[in-house]
T-cell receptor, first 109, second 111 residues
């Protein structure tokens, strides 16, 4: 599975959009981009995933560039409860999840 | 809807003592089941996964073992705990190779 690169930490003002980038320049055509988050002392929570097209659900939007070498997770109106570690994972269908260090998102009032 | 349970939530055990952590899934059949460990300040590491009763695959050599006595039950065990076994243990499930969903975790401290 392709490796991902994420910034170690980011800050966001409460109520504003949080845009979390992920670089996956070696992604191959059959690999999906998954996003999970882990709030302190809890299990990881699935957020969203996509292959080529942009995706949106009740939690977030996932924007994948046309060349698929990078993506952005967007939390449209961040709240204090969105403070967590966000993991971007690239994986082929059938392979296991491999978690990296992720991005620590701090939402501040 | 499906739910996943883990217990205990927190455990403090002396070095050399045995361990048994349990994970159960409700609301689905024939799930794939996974055990992960997260050491303090570190990422998640896959320890074991199971695609069916009695079928266990180990991802890393270690002091732990896993068993799946029933379709929706996954157990993580050790005969003698080491200090390095301390961490946050997470169980997860999915169907086929679709999205994995995680349980609340068990925090283990070995003293």
């Amino acid at each position: 599975d392709a490796k991902t690169t994420q910034p170690p930490s980011m800050d966001c003002a409460e109520g504003r959009a949080a845009n979390l980038p992920c670089n996956h320049s070696t992604i191959s055509g059959n690999e999906y981009v998954y996003w999970y988050r882990q709030i302190h002392s809890q299990g990881p929570q699935y957020i969203i995933h996509g292959l080529k097209n942009n995706e949106t659900n009740e939690m977030a939007s996932l924007i994948i560039t046309e060349d698929r070498k990078s993506s952005t997770l967007i939390l449209p109106h961040a709240t204090l409860r969105d403070t967590a570690v966000y993991y971007c994972i690239v994986k082929r269908y059938g392979n296991k999840l491999v978690f990296g260090a992720g991005t620590i998102l701090r939402v501040k009032s | 809807s499906q739910t996943i349970h883990q217990w205990p939530a927190t455990l403090v055990q002396p070095v050399g003592s045995p361990l048994s952590l349990e994970c159960t899934v409700e609301g689905t059949s024939n799930p794939n089941l996974y055990w992960y460990r997260q050491a303090a300040g570190r990422g998640l590491q896959l320890l074991f996964y199971s695609v069916g009763i009695g079928q266990i695959s180990s991802e890393v050599p270690q002091n732990l073992s896993a068993s799946r006595p029933q379709d929706r039950q996954f157990i993580l065990s050790s005969k003698k705990l080491l200090l390095s076994d301390s961490g946050f243990y997470l169980c997860a499930w999915n169907l086929w190779e679709e999205t994995q969903y995680f349980g609340p975790g068990t925090r283990l401290l070995v003293l």
